[in-house]
């Protein structure tokens, strides 16, 4: 995407709200520039004596005029103008997270979500300054100044270029410092950043700290963190510092240029002393232009940049999308055949699964064990979809799923992952999602998921909120409400990544149970667990991303050492788990 295409339908959007802000400001930059002209005729006037008190009262009558209207008119570009540039942030803010939400598991791979945050907060802000500050900078450098330089070689021409000596170094300093306040600005955001990010990791982790004895450590790390975060305030600091200081020092400078080279220019008739008035408020009118002309290339430049990036990720499009001639998928009988499917992650990244072939008939219990690392989660992620294999094909009731509608395919399968996502919210919010729900379902899902002591613990059952990704509940608390969170929402093809890795093997079974009870869906369960897959119609053994036995428990206790040996070893310890309980 062209980076201004990005940004043309909210200029278009907002056109009049701009339109009116750019004439308030030409508005007041006009009445400005008037004001120097009145006060030239009160001071000749005076001089030359032909000004009465009437005509002060005149003068001054029409300064109090001016002033009104530049101070309304001034109301006016800030709230159009700047209140465009905070649309134009909203919007743009707005459609980079819709977009975000487009894009797809290979994505999120490759970009870390730090950076993603810092498109939308820092590269927004920029082109928010870019089109807000930066316009105005620029109006009031280029017409501003170009009209009050002009106005003065309309007084005298060798006093303007006397003037003017002290300009560029107001430019140059404006343009040195702002570049330099940037650098350190964004330096102090991120040593915020860091600072945040480690108290939130030593709070979260608190247990581990307290557990490890990590508290000096962590103590220690926070005060080197914030040490370095107050030298970049300091550093910022400095610069601010020194910013005003440089420019009433060349403005000073131009205007002793100006009181010595133009008094001598009125001794010597060659202006008069209201010219001479004139044009010190000219000079002085002068400044803002003149450091806005160096703020404004600043702005501008660093709009752009932030502009392009915001647009190669508005750019980017979903790897895993439909087809252009998608169909429609308005049920699924969950039926899958996986042949010869191959994936890795990454395009130049080793294999994780290689030629993979399974068929799972409509309605089957499957269970998927092996392990570590040896490619369950890969495998249940493809057959979601959320990647695609390099080669081969994954069948949904005869059909490639690359060629049905995604949106359709979605609702035909439900994954459940290894983590279960918990939202800050309460935990009806979380099972129930935000829509209406039939009470009676929602008790039955919790009851069948095994929730019901669990809430009935809790002072405001099901109105409990939770923290942040659930850091309030248990692990297995998680996975019982995720687990309801399926048994409420069944799909056709229910795909579940170790549902029962953190609760007792009790809990494990009944929560098993609840899977079983719901009739007409396919069940694909990974797991360590023997115990979760055993009953399985089909047990899909793994090792390094390859097929290594399928059958059922009885075939591949005979055919598989790997999937005899865990069974027994993972038998005995159940054993002596129920020994030890009876001996308690
Ligand atoms: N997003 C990813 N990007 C790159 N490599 C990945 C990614 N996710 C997993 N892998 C790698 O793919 C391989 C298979 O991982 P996978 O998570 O499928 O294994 P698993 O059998 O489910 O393991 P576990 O039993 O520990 O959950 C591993 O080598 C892993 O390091």
């Known amino acids: 995407m062209k980076p201004y295409a990005l940004l043309r339908p909210h200029i278009v959007e907002n056109r009049h709200l701009f ?148 300009m560029p170094f107001i430019v140059l300093t404006t343009r040195l410092m702002s570049t330099r306040m940037h650098k350190n600005y964004t330096a102090v955001q991120e040593g915020l950043g860091d600072m945040t990010e480690m108290v939130r990791e030593a709070f979260s982790g608190i247990r581990v700290v307290k557990v490890f004895g990590m508290g000096p450590l962590m103590d220690t790390r926070l005060r080197r963190l914030s040490d370095d975060y107050l030298a970049r305030r300091m550093s910022l600091a400095r610069t601010t510092g020194l910013m005003m200081p440089a420019m009433v020092l060349f403005t000073n400078l131009a205007l002793a240029i100006v009181v010595g080279a133009g008094g001598w220019m009125v001794i010597e008739g060659r202006i008069s002393t209201g010219d001479f008035v004139a044009f010190l408020s000219y000079l002085g009118l002068l400044t803002w232009p003149m450091m806005a002309l160096g703020w404004m290339t600043n702005l501008i430049q660093r709009g752009r940049a932030s502009l392009e990036r915001l647009a190669a ?60 690392g040896s490619g369950k989660t890969a495998l249940l992620q493809l057959m979601a979809r959320l990647y695609d294999p390099d080669s081969g094909q994954i069948l949904l009731d005869g059909r490639d799923v690359s060629s049905l509608r995604l949106e359709d395919l979605r609702r035909q399968i439900l994954f459940l992952p290894q983590e279960p996502w918990i939202f800050s919210g309460t935990l009806r919010d979380n099972i129930a999602g935000l829509g209406a729900v039939d009470e009676k379902k929602l008790g039955a899902a919790c009851r069948a998921a095994q929730l019901e002591e669990t809430l009935a613990s809790f002072p405001m059952g099901l109105e409990t909120l939770v923290g942040e990704r659930g850091v309030t509940l248990s692990g297995g608390q998680k996975q019982r409400v995720a687990l309801a969170r399926t048994l409420l929402n069944p799909a056709p093809l229910l795909l579940l990544d170790d549902p029962v890795s953190q609760v007792d093997t009790v809990t494990a079974g009944r929560m098993l149970e609840a899977l079983d009870s719901l009739e007409g869906n396919t069940r694909i369960l990974a797991s360590h667990r023997f115990s979760a897959i055993s009953h399985a119609d089909l047990i899909v053994v793994m090792e390094n991303g390859r097929i290594r036995a399928t059958g059922d ?15 027994r070893i993972q038998a005995m310890e159940a054993a002596l788990m129920e020994d030890s309980h009876g001996d308690f």
């Open 553 to 567: 428990h009885q075939r591949l206790m005979q055919s598989d050492d790997y999937y005899a040996k865990t069974w």
């Open 313 to 372: 990720v508005m750019g980017e499009a979903p790897r895993i999308r439909d087809a252009a001639d998608a169909r429609p998928l308005l049920s699924s009988e969950g039926g899958l055949v996986l042949k010869n499917v191959c994936f890795g992650f990454r395009r130049e990244g080793p294999e994780v699964l290689s030629d993979i072939s399974l068929v799972i008939p409509p309605g089957s219990r499957v269970g998927i064990t092996g392990p570590p």
């Open 19 to 166: 339109l009116a802000g750019f004439l308030f400001l030409l508005m007041v930059n006009g009445l400005q520039l008037w004001i120097p002209r009145v006060v030239k005729h009160v001071v000749d006037g005076l001089s030359t004596g032909e000004a009465g008190h009437g005509d002060l009262l005149r003068y001054g009558l029409t300064v109090v005029v001016l002033a009104l209207f530049i101070a309304v008119f001034r109301y006016g570009w800030r709230h159009c103008l700047i209140g465009t540039s905070r649309k134009i942030e909203r919007g743009l803010r707005d459609r980079l997270y819709a977009h975000l939400l487009t894009l797809d598991a290979p994505f999120f791979d490759q970009n870390r979500t730090g950076d993603l945050m810092s498109r939308a907060t820092s590269d927004i802000m920029n082109v928010r300054m870019a089109t807000g500050m930066g316009i105005v900078a620029m109006t009031d450098a280029i017409l501003l100044g170009g009209a009050a330089v002009g106005f003065m070689l309309w007084i005298s021409g060798p006093l303007t270029l006397l003037a003017l000596i002290p």
